[in-house]
């Protein structure tokens, strides 16, 4: 199988953290539950990973690191705790529904939302940023890149702005870590929310958020935390603060190994790798008669290609180069549904070819070569 699914998830991972995991899995306690040997080794190893993921994110303290199991519970988390009835949030076109969602919810307990509209090619105007500022505007929330069309905001330009009018930023990197240089000191970035299992090349069940000092963020869940006991409110340290419950040791610390990993790489040698196979993929399928690519491939983007096949419908497209071809691929809606409308595929979806650093050019030609195929 050729899989180009890694924007939904990386498929092979590096040997270390399959390794990482395994041996935790046999070795590992529950952080902060005891003195025993096993305990102090599992809080030690997610102490290490506070650390690291600090350093590589660009945070100012490893105890504002805190871990959730995905991105989507960390943008919950950081919407839900930080906007309030009355306040004012903008965000954009580009956004994925575990940014959507929240704010819709929140729309309906009296907090103001202005979606920046995307173009036909999936790209906000910048200047409207400004004209989209209001008094009670609190906080921009958006995407790095977009899981449907590959396209990148420029964050260091939305970190500026929200810095010069005093705005919270919340930044969704589920599409930028670990291939991109993602600082949240240096561009602004108020709460950088994180998946581990996508271009981080870590376990499912990990993710996180990397909380600026100065950040206070209201809890989403209260409960266990092996400190305070008899306290009746949620600690209000962090990273207890936001992390009831057992954490996932084991998914830890096989993230804390793939960021050894990306470290080792580095994310400038994985961004162009994956840019290199997807930029030879597109310059073969977007000249093909009856296929339609959506984005923009005049700047820095995700190394998304998403695309259809003249009127047939993304979902049979999928299916044919799943099993006639062999290649894995994602078709629908992908959960963008503001995207959808701007790029007029509601109706008909679209097909996502998704590039990782474990793929290789042979296989970014075979899928093009397949696109052909069924094109033609």
């Known amino acids: 199988m050729i899989y180009l699914d890694n924007a939904a998830t990386s ?32 809080a030690r190893v997610v102490y290490a990973a506070r650390e690291k993921l600090c350093a590589f994110f660009g945070g100012a303290d490893p105890s504002r690191v805190c871990f959730t199991q995905n991105s989507t519970e960390a943008l919950n988390i950081a919407i839900f705790g930080l906007l309030r009835p009355g306040d004012h949030v903008i965000s954009t076109d580009l956004e994925h529904n575990s940014v959507l969602r929240p704010l819709y919810r929140l729309e309906k307990e009296g907090v103001e939302t202005t979606f920046l509209r995307a173009d036909t090619r999936g790209c906000i105007d910048y200047a409207d940023l400004p004209r989209a500022l209001r008094p009670n505007t609190r906080a921009i929330v958006c995407t790095h890149a977009s899981n449907l069309t590959g396209n990148a905001l420029d964050v260091s330009r939305i970190g500026a702005f929200a810095r010069e009018h005093g705005l919270l930023f919340i930044l969704d990197a589920s599409q930028t870590a670990g291939s991109f240089a993602v600082d949240a000191q240096r561009d602004g970035i108020s709460v950088l929310c994180f998946t581990g299992h996508k271009g981080m090349m870590g376990p499912q069940g990990t993710g996180g958020l990397v909380v600026a000092p100065g950040v206070d963020i209201r809890p989403l869940k209260t409960g266990g935390t092996g400190v305070q006991s008899y306290r009746r409110e949620q600690p209000e340290e962090y990273p207890t603060r936001l992390e009831s419950g057992t954490l996932n040791g084991h998914g830890i610390a096989g993230l804390s190994a793939a960021v050894d990993f990306l470290r080792e790489i580095t994310p400038a040698a994985i961004h162009a790798h994956e840019t290199a196979l997807m930029s030879a993929f597109y310059n073969k399928v977007s000249v093909l008669p009856g296929v339609t690519v959506y984005g923009d491939f005049a700047h820095e983007r995700a190394p998304i290609v998403t695309l259809n096949i003249g009127d047939m419908d993304s979902g049979e497209a999928a299916e044919i180069l799943s099993d006639e071809y062999g290649i894995a691929v994602r078709s629908g809606a992908h959960c963008a549904p503001r995207m959808h409308e701007a790029l007029g595929t509601v109706a008909q979806g679209a097909v996502r070819f998704s590039f990782g650093w474990f793929n290789t050019m042979e296989e970014a030609e075979t899928a093009a070569d397949a696109v052909r195929d069924i094109a033609l």
């Open 11 to 42: 498929l092979r991972r590096p040997e270390s953290v399959v390794r990482a995991v395994s041996g935790a899995l046999c070795s590992l306690g529950n952080v902060g539950r005891g003195a025993s040997e096993s305990a102090l080794s599992a």
